[in-house]
């Protein structure tokens, strides 16, 4: 089982980055999928979340308007196009996708089953 994250790079403010995670070795397409982001000195902190069926998707108010998740075709991919960089936004990015027992309560919770590696986002002014 394994969640790749990938797109990744070095920005600058202003500039869009589309981050793709691909799910290998199972079917997630019965699991909740996220974002969660983790910035130098930092705590990890949610990013967003879609449910398993994408009827719902959640979003950090610091990326709200910014960044849209999307689930692919096969249910196995899901991407975070991220748009209007800041500085703030710089961080490594980690995909998770998990059976939550509540997703309208636990979205936003490191609960998740299975994290990525995380690609590295910066952002520079």
């Known amino acids: 089982v394994e969640l790749a994250e990938s797109g990744g790079g070095s920005v600058q403010v202003g500039d869009s980055l589309r981050l793709t995670c691909a799910a290998s070795g199972r079917s997630f397409s019965a699991y909740d999928m996220a974002w969660f982001r983790r910035a130098p000195g930092k705590e990890r902190e949610f990013v967003a979340a879609t449910s398993w069926n994408g009827g719902t998707t959640y979003y950090a108010d610091v990326v709200k308007g910014r960044f849209t998740m999307s689930r692919g075709d096969a249910r196995n991919t899901v991407f975070l196009q991220m748009n209007d960089l800041t500085p703030d936004d710089t961080a490594v990015y980690y995909c998770?996708?998990?059976?939550?027992?509540?997703?309208?309560?636990?979205?936003?919770?490191?609960?998740?089953?299975?994290w990525g590696q995380g690609t590295q986002v910066t952002v520079s002014s």
């Open positions: 998770a996708a998990g059976r939550l027992f509540s997703f309208d309560v636990d979205y936003g919770m490191p609960r998740y089953d299975y």
